[in-house]
Nanobody, 121 residues
Framework: QVQLVESGGGLVQAGGSLRLSCAAS????????MGWYRQAPGKQRELVAA???????NYADSVKGRFTISRDNAKNTVYLQMNSLKPEDTAVYYC???????????????WGQGTQVTVSS
């Protein structure tokens, strides 16, 4: 099994910055894509940013130029640097990983428990 633990959420004023971290642990042979999703109240969960093992990235249009995703493959950790935050960025942010189990070689999709980001105006 693979566990994802997020940290770094909190309350920040508009224009401020936060950095989210997500560490994967457990029976991991390989992690392919890692990403961040978010879900605001009453809305569907949406992709914020994703990054491959080779550091290819993909961003939602709403965060391009403000957010930066990165990863440390040796530590199985992904980060999301969020700058110029806006009230509409308020949501629960979830870490996601597409990982291969070290024992079974099964490939599955895993989610963290979520971390709240609140941006005040």
């Amino acid at each position: 099994q693979v566990q994802l633990v997020e940290s770094g959420g909190g309350l920040v004023q508009a224009g401020g910055s936060l950095r989210l971290s997500c560490a994967a642990s457990g029976s991991i042979r390989r992690i392919n894509v890692m990403g961040w999703y978010r879900q605001a109240p009453g809305k569907q969960r949406e992709l914020v940013a994703a990054i491959t093992t080779g550091a290819n990235t993909n961003y939602a249009d709403s965060v391009k130029g403000r957010f930066t995703i990165s990863r440390d493959n040796a530590k199985n950790t992904v980060y999301l640097q969020m700058n110029s935050l806006k009230p509409e960025d308020t949501a629960v942010y979830y870490c996601n990983a597409d990982a291969v189990n070290a024992i079974t070689w099964a490939r599955n999709n895993y989610w963290g428990q979520g971390t709240q980001v609140t941006v005040s105006s």
